[in-house]
């Protein structure tokens, strides 16, 4: 039982910062996406980038993953590529990213046992590995909109398989926030801010009204 004198203003320890974590990007491929039927694909990249966006603006550390980029599934999605400009993909055979040996080792080299995960297909490359990583310790959070499967059912199965088994489920703009955590963080207020009025919808309009009617440094 707590006691009401222990009460501090403190975050709790589950919270994700730009110090703990590790963002993974899991088969982000044309010929994934060709496939995906689960949500709107343009929505989908969206989150991608905005989520691939979050991580460079707090400095978090990326593991960038295709599978058959050469032989079948093309390069990894443009627009993602270009967040993270000279980071070569690991490339892999393997549905299951963690039975990769350089995907490991990529993951192990950051350091951080708080993986967030987005990729495609949900019920394959990211469940797969999702739940090795929770196998062997790690703390999982999947971003369900920057991930999508073959069909509506077949994502939601997979988060669900997944959250069974201890992963929790996030968004981009969920994780976004959770790591700038206060307004009054200047250093990354309009980096912040600059992202979530490109990728951050109905959110990103309301901060521009808000910047326009209120001023420049309104929070969202």
Known sequence: ???????????GPD????????????????QMFFGTGSGDRTAIINATVGLARAARTFDVPVVLSTVAAESFSGPLLP?????????????RTSMN??????FVEAVKATGRRKLVIAGLWTEVCVVLPALSALAQGYEVYVVTDASGGVSPQAHEHAVQRMVQAGAVPVTWVQVFLELQRDWARTETYGAVTDVVKEYGGAYGLGIVYAQAVIGAHAAG
């Open 1 to 11: 039982m707590v006691s009401i004198a222990d009460v501090t203003a403190t975050p």
């Open 15 to 30: 919270l994700l910062t730009p110090d703990n974590c590790a963002v993974l990007f899991v088969d982000h491929q044309p």
């Open 79 to 91: 627009q993602l590529a270009n967040v993270f400009p000279g980071q070569k993909p690991v490339d």
């Open 97 to 102: 990213a963690w039975e990769d040996r350089d």
